[in-house]
C-alpha cells in the first residue's frame, strides 16, 4: 500500500507527464512547439437585423433603384469608459468600420473617406509622375506615368457620422444564495449562488448631405445588455476524506456585439427611407431566384471581379465550411496538404 506522500508524489509524475506530452521545448517537424488548440471555422457575425439589410440590397436590385454614394466618418466612443486595469477602452473604437460592413449588406455604393492615406499618396507620387500602371514591354526604360484627370474620384451623396453616447452599468440586478446542510460539522452541506444583471448602451448617428451640409436623417437607439452567473457547491467528509466539489457557469451578451446591432437597426432605417421601402412586407417580393447570384450577404458586399456568381456569391461567403480544408468536401481534396 502506497502512504499519502507517495500517491501525492505519483499523481504529480502522471501529471507532469501528461503535460510534457502537450508541449515541447523542442520544435517537431511542423517547426512548432505545440498545435493551437481551436477547430471552430470562419463564420459570419450576424445581428437579429443583418437579414433585413440584405433584404434591402435585394429590393433595390429588384425594382432597379439608384442608391445614393454613401461615405463614413467618425462613429466614436463618447462614453469615456475605460477598463479598470488600464487595458483599453471598454466599448469598440471600430462602429465606423461596423457601419461600412451594414451598408456593404445592404447593397449601397460606398466611396472612402475613412483611411484615404494610400489614395492620397499614390495621388502625390502620380502628381510628381513617379507611379506607372504597367510595366514597360521592352524592359529598358521606365514605364509612361500614370495620369491624373478631373472628376476621376466620384463624390458622396451623403455621409454617417455619430457617436456611441451611452454605456451605463448594472442598471437592474438580482441575486440569490442558498445553503443547505447537515447540522453536524462533518456532515453534508451544499451551496448555490446566482446573479443576473442588466446594462445597456446607447448610440446617436447622422445622415449629413454631403453638398450642402444639412442633417437629413437622425436616428437614436439603445440597446440593453443581460449578464448571469450561476454555481453550486458541495462540501463533505467521508472515511476520513474531504470533499470539496463546485462548478458554475456565467454568461454575458457581447458589448461590441449590441454596437453593431444598433448600427445594423439605425443602417436599416435610414437606407430604407432612402430606397423609399414601405416596410418589412416588401421582403416577401423579392426574387426569390437571385439570392444565387447576389453579391451581398451577411457578410457584407463587393463588386465581382468576374462572371462567377454562380459559385462564388455573397451567399457562399456565409457557408462557414466553404473553402475550409477540414470541412469542406470541395476543397479537402483540393487543399489537402496545405496546412
Not at 443583418?50 to 463618447?78: F, K, T
Not at 445592404?106 to 506607372?132: C, H, M, Q, W
Not at 504597367?134 to 500614370?146: E, F, L, M, Q, V
Not at 457547491?233 to 467521508?238: M, P, Q, T
Amino acid at each position: 500500500m502506497f502512504g499519502p506522500s507517495a500517491r501525492i508524489t505519483a499523481l504529480l509524475t502522471a501529471s507532469s507527464l501528461a503535460l510534457s506530452a502537450c508541449v515541447t521545448p523542442v520544435a517537431g517537424p511542423s517547426g512548432r512547439y505545440a498545435a493551437p488548440i481551436g477547430s471552430a471555422p470562419v463564420t459570419a457575425n450576424p445581428t437579429p437585423y443583418s437579414p433585413a439589410l440584405v433584404c434591402l440590397a435585394e429590393y433595390a436590385r429588384q425594382y432597379h433603384i439608384n442608391a445614393p454614394r454613401i461615405a463614413v466618418g467618425r462613429i466614436a466612443d463618447y462614453t469615456g469608459k475605460e477598463e479598470a486595469d488600464g487595458s483599453g477602452r471598454k466599448v469598440t473604437q471600430g462602429a465606423s468600420l461596423m457601419a461600412m460592413s451594414a451598408l456593404a449588406k445592404a447593397g449601397v455604393p460606398l466611396v472612402e473617406r475613412f483611411d484615404t492615406s494610400v489614395s492620397e499618396l499614390e495621388l502625390k507620387y502620380t502628381n510628381n509622375k513617379l507611379i506607372s500602371d504597367s510595366p514597360n514591354p521592352a524592359g529598358d526604360a521606365p514605364a509612361d506615368y500614370r495620369r491624373i484627370y478631373s472628376g476621376q474620384v466620384p463624390g458622396s451623396d451623403f455621409y454617417i457620422a455619430g457617436g456611441i453616447t451611452e454605456l451605463n452599468f448594472n442598471i437592474r440586478s438580482s441575486g440569490a444564495d442558498v445553503s443547505a446542510g447537515d447540522a453536524k460539522t462533518t456532515g453534508l452541506k451544499g451551496v448555490f449562488h446566482g446573479r443576473l444583471f442588466v446594462m445597456n448602451i446607447g448610440m446617436d448617428i447622422r445622415l449629413v448631405n454631403t453638398r450642402t451640409l444639412e442633417v437629413v436623417d437622425v436616428i437614436s437607439y439603445q440597446k440593453q445588455v443581460v449578464g448571469r452567473e450561476v454555481s453550486g457547491g458541495l462540501f463533505d467528509f467521508l472515511n476520513g476524506n474531504v470533499f470539496d466539489v463546485s462548478a458554475g457557469e456565467g454568461a454575458m451578451e457581447p458589448i461590441q456585439l449590441a454596437v453593431r446591432s444598433l448600427i445594423e437597426r439605425a443602417t436599416v432605417e435610414m437606407v430604407a427611407n432612402l430606397y423609399g421601402m414601405p416596410g418589412p412586407q416588401s421582403c416577401l417580393q423579392t426574387d426569390p431566384l437571385g439570392a444565387g447570384t447576389r453579391t451581398t450577404g451577411l457578410t457584407g458586399g463587393y463588386t465581382p471581379a468576374y462572371d462567377n456568381l454562380g459559385t462564388n456569391n455573397g451567399a457562399t461567403r456565409e457557408d462557414p465550411s466553404r473553402w475550409n480544408a477540414k470541412r469542406d468536401p470541395a476543397a479537402s481534396g483540393a487543399l489537402r496538404g496545405r496546412y
